[in-house]
């Protein structure tokens, strides 16, 4: 029942190549850094993530862009990622773009043995049709494209079958967290942390505090879904950027 592991590579030492990861974190908000640099550090190649996006230059997932660990992003958003957006037009890198709430359903349906879902998001658009493209060529043209989807009417509405996503790995950054792996996550971390952490097989904490348990009241993803614990020092808890820094004028 403890889930704790002693240090970040010990709890990403299994990861291989071509492995699947979804990855919480929305900006610069809930990202599990430190696990990130130790898949850095460890090296796994032609991995395949899902995440909301793909960090930012020099950090986040932005650092296995950079090492060139990463062939395959389902995500929603590329802005603020010069690496990841070079990539992508280049064809270094496929890119499945997803509207932010159905990708969190995805995830969140995968963690629940969901294999698919009909939503509204995305009809009458390349989302639902096809085409939009995935991989690029060198020479600028669309290597592969995003098949069409079936469209299914509702009492009258039309909706696009979306379908489930699991994962082999999950890596997630949580406020508190116990020895049973039960976590609360800390305001706008809440968004993608917790279905990424859904819908991962094997699923990987880092916790900015350790406690021995968390009162049920306050648990936000139960332990069930999660295998391993890394708690984080006070200099790794407190390592946190700022995505737009702002000042009066």
């Not at 957006?85 to 995968?110: D, I």
Request: proline share 5%; aromatic share 6%; net charge negative.
């Amino acid at each position: 029942m403890d889930k704790v592991v002693a240090s970040a590579a010990a709890a990403v030492a299994d990861v291989r190549d071509g492995a699947s990861l979804a990855v919480g974190g929305f900006g610069l908000s809930g990202v599990p850094n430190v696990l990130i640099e130790a898949l850095r550090v460890a090296g796994p190649r032609e991995l395949s993530v899902v995440s909301n996006n793909c960090g930012v230059d020099g950090g986040g997932l932005g650092l296995l862009l950079e090492a060139g660990q990463i062939v395959r992003v389902t995500g929603s958003y590329i802005g603020e990622n010069k690496t990841f957006a070079r990539k992508y037009l280049g064809g270094e890198v496929e890119v499945e773009l997803v509207p932010q709430g159905t990708l969190a359903e995805r995830l969140r349906a995968g963690g629940c043995g969901i294999p698919a879902f009909y939503t509204p998001a995305g009809v009458g658009t390349a989302v639902a049709e096809g085409g939009m493209p995935w991989r690029y060529a060198a020479d600028g043209t669309v290597a592969v494209a995003s098949p069409a989807k079936e469209v299914r009417a509702f009492d009258g509405v039309d909706h696009v079958l979306e379908r489930g996503i699991t994962t082999d790995f999950a890596l997630v950054r949580a406020l508190r967290g116990d020895r049973y792996g039960n976590l609360v996550f800390a305001k706008a971390s809440r968004n993608f942390n917790p279905p990424a952490a859904m819908a991962g097989r094997t699923t990987i904490a880092e916790v900015e505090e350790l406690v021995d348990a968390l009162d049920p009241e306050e648990v936000q993803l139960p332990g069930v879904f999660v295998q391993r614990v890394v708690p984080l020092t006070a200099e790794q808890a407190a390592a946190k950027g700022v995505e737009k820094r702002t000042v009066r004028a």
